[in-house]
């Protein structure tokens, strides 16, 4: 699974667009992005995934750029209850991988009314 | 629709101990994995299981096992517990041909050793 990088913390407040940047240098050409959303004491979530350019759903946005060295993960108009940990994986997601998901540390965002 | 079933959800055991913890993961799903997470810790791989048969291992100490049975739920059958397994115990699974990482958590069980 290739490296990623993302903020330790962000905060926001309520009613913003939040945007978080994972970093992936090492990304293989068959890697997949994957973010999770985790709350307090509840397991992971999986919101979106994407191989390039742009993929939306009715919860977020993922925007990743042609050299695919980085993803940003964009949540619109955010509310209390998008308070969470986020995590950005990459990996071989279809083709036969196992998918035990590798987290790094993810980033907290806090946002406030 | 059909989530992911853990039990039980709270467990209470004494060092040396033995506990068994259920999954019974979403309909049709064939990959089932566990993860351990300790308290302010990012979620740790322990072990997968795909069509029955073990996939993959991680950070699973020699104490524990786990396996899937032929209803396609798993078991994680840990033994001489010790304070420091104290931890929420997800499960999660996920079908292959949606993709191995979208997988669905379980809401976990929460091991407390004293």
């Known amino acids: 699974l290739a490296k990623t990088t993302q903020p330790i913390s962000m905060d926001s407040y309520e009613g913003q667009e939040v945007n978080i940047t994972c970093s992936h240098n090492n990304i293989a050409t068959n890697d997949y992005i994957t973010w999770y959303q985790q709350f307090p004491s509840q397991g992971p979530r999986f919101i979106i995934q994407g191989y390039k350019t742009k993929v939306t759903n009715e919860v977020a946005s993922l925007f990743i750029p042609a050299d695919r060295k980085s993803s940003t993960l964009s949540l619109p108009r955010v509310s209390l209850s998008d308070t969470a940990v986020y995590y950005c994986l990459v990996g071989a997601a279809y083709g036969g991988s196992q998918g035990n998901l590798i987290f790094g540390k993810g980033t907290k965002l806090s946002v406030k009314p | ?114």
């Open chain 2, 1 to 114: 629709a059909a989530g992911v079933i853990q039990s039980p959800r709270h467990l209470i055991k004494e060092k040396r101990e033995t506990a068994t913890l259920k999954c019974y993961p979403i309909p049709r799903h064939d990959t089932v994995y566990w993860y351990q997470q300790g308290p302010g810790q990012d979620p740790q791989f322990l072990i997968s299981f795909y069509e029955k048969m073990q996939s993959d291992k991680g950070s699973i100490p020699d104490r524990f096992s786990a396996q899937q049975f032929s209803d396609y739920h798993s078991e994680l059958n840990m033994s001489s517990l010790e304070l420091g397994d104290s931890a929420l115990y997800f499960c999660a699974s996920s079908s292959r041909l949606a993709g191995a990482y979208e997988q669905y958590f379980g809401p976990g069980t929460r091991l407390t050793v004293t």
